[in-house]
């Protein structure tokens, strides 16, 4: 089973900052099956990046995803207050099929 | 465009079995990998399993003895089914469909609303 650690497991900024987000596998990953979600309180998942770098439809620039192997991070520049939420990112590999990591909460500071 | 909706009982006693369906509109179940996740309160997302469009499924290991998936092309709505429900099933479960179509199921774009089902005598 792959194992997906987030870091920090809080990150507390200010609007207008820079978020860098980490995302560190227990073996290696296809790029193409790392993706990032964000979720909102009592919200779904939504869908930011997938195949590690590719924004999904309707994704602001701002969002950014890179990384190979067993590091990937999720970047956020010029926060905005609706981009306080907890993050996710999730891989497709052997069994079980889809794991995620359990989240960073990304909050107001 | 394309909507999930989960539907089933929000309250599910011990020891009996939890059954949702997923209603797809705006689109086809055809050429799809549909993916059931839930997320207990407070806790993060897992991933329970998906069924194609054939019939064919993946489940996670560690529910794998208790839980079937199957699609009614006719309804265009696939299910989930979970047995001897324990306290711990207790979680909102969500349906969800990739990102592309008859190909592996590495990320989900749709994703239904989401429906909170507690298990409690």
């Known amino acids: 089973e792959v194992v997906l650690t987030q870091s920090p497991g809080t990150l507390s900024l200010s609007p207008g900052e820079r978020a860098t987000l980490s995302c560190r596998a227990s073996?290696?990953?296809?790029?193409?099956?790392l993706a990032w979600y964000q979720q909102r309180p009592g919200q779904a998942p939504r869908l930011l990046i997938y195949a590690a770098s590719r924004r999904a439809t309707g994704i602001p620039d701002r969002f950014s995803g890179r990384g190979s192997g067993t590091d990937f991070t999720l970047s956020i520049s010029n926060l905005e207050p609706e981009d306080f939420a907890v993050y996710y990112c999730q891989q497709y590999g052997d069994s079980p099929r889809i794991t995620f990591g359990q989240g960073t909460r990304l909050e107001i500071k | 465009q394309v909507q999930l909706q989960e539907s089933g009982p929000g309250l599910v006693k011990p020891s009996e079995t939890l059954s949702l369906t997923c209603s797809v509109s705006?689109?086809?179940?055809?050429?799809?990998?549909w993916n059931w996740f839930r997320q207990p309160p407070g806790k993060e997302l897992e991933w329970i399993g998906f069924v194609y469009f054939s019939g064919s499924t993946s489940y996670n290991p560690s529910l794998k003895s208790r839980v079937t998936m199957s699609v009614d092309t006719s309804k265009n709505q696939f299910s989930v089914t979970l047995r001897s429900v324990i306290p711990a099933d207790t979680a909102v479960y969500y349906c969800?469909?990739?990102?592309?179509?008859?190909?592996?199921?590495?990320?989900?774009?749709?994703w239904g609303q989401g429906t909170l089902v507690t298990v409690s005598s």
């Open positions: 969800a469909r990739p990102t592309e179509k008859a190909t592996t199921p590495y990320a989900f774009d749709i």
């Open positions: 073996q290696s990953v296809s790029s193409t099956y």
């Open positions: 705006g689109g086809s179940v055809s050429d799809y990998y």
